[in-house]
């Protein structure tokens, strides 16, 4: 019984041997066919990525970013090929649970590094709309200064102050970025204050004159003073003038280099900027001048005298 068992589980496992053996036969060409495919996705995404990586590194500034998508071009192009040639052996139902998996992992991972799938998305998008270049002064939420360096995750801005702040990247693609390099010219604005003895106009004009004496400010037609309304001690005017931004004079030296020369020009027209003044009149409605007031305080302290001598 023992070997009449034994033979019929050997005979069981030749006829599967031989039953692969003529499947296997059959579908050789298949193999080899999609072991051709295989090889020549290979190939072919090798060379793609690599050209596209030259063409990405030409056109934006991040070289990671340009070599991450370089990459996940070739990954997309080997599954691509490697779906294709499992396909044609006839294991579709491979595939699909491959598309599957590879979807649910997917989901996992982005749910697990939301925040780190997040800058790395917006590093992507920003390396490929490019709202900004290294050297570059952008102003995003509290971060103001020159971009030092791109990278997936987040950005390196070098503030004014001289520290190296590292912004995420999802930082500077949510909020509201300002690049001041872009236009290449920037506006700079100085408060003055006239006092009310003197004439707005007159002021505005020897303002405007002496502004566009001076080498740095551009668009010369353009540079203007308003009056911006009363204050407590003065007429409070905004002088406006354009530079070159970034350019050899910088912001602080322009806006410091106008000021004094705002401040010589008024000296020189006797045109006065004054302290901090208070007026007391008591001659307003409901009230009486200070100068009655104290006639008559004076007028009460003499007669007071002459009534205790009586």
Known sequence: MKFEALDKFWHLINEKLQLWLEVSIKNLP???????????????????????????????????????????????????????????????????????????VGLAIGFAFQDMTENLIAGIAMGIRKPFKIGDVVKADDVFGNVRTINLRNTLVETFFGQLKIVPNKILFRETLTNYSVLGIRRIEVPVGISYGDEPQKAAELIVEKVNELDFVIKKEETAVYAEGFGDSSINLLVWFWIDYPGETGYMQARHTAIVTIKKALEDADILIPFPIRTLDFGAKGGEKLDTMLSSKVAQAKIKPDDSAK
């Open 30 to 104: 298949n193999f080899v066919v999609a072991l051709f495919i295989a090889i020549s996705f290979a190939f072919i995404s090798r060379v793609a990525s690599n050209a596209l990586r030259k063409l990405l590194h030409s056109t934006l500034e991040s070289r990671q970013i340009a070599d991450l998508l370089a990459s996940i071009f070739r990954i997309v192009v080997l599954v691509i090929g490697l779906f294709i040639a499992l396909d044609f052996l006839g294991l579709s139902g491979t595939v699909t649970s491959l598309l599957a998996g590879a979807g649910i």
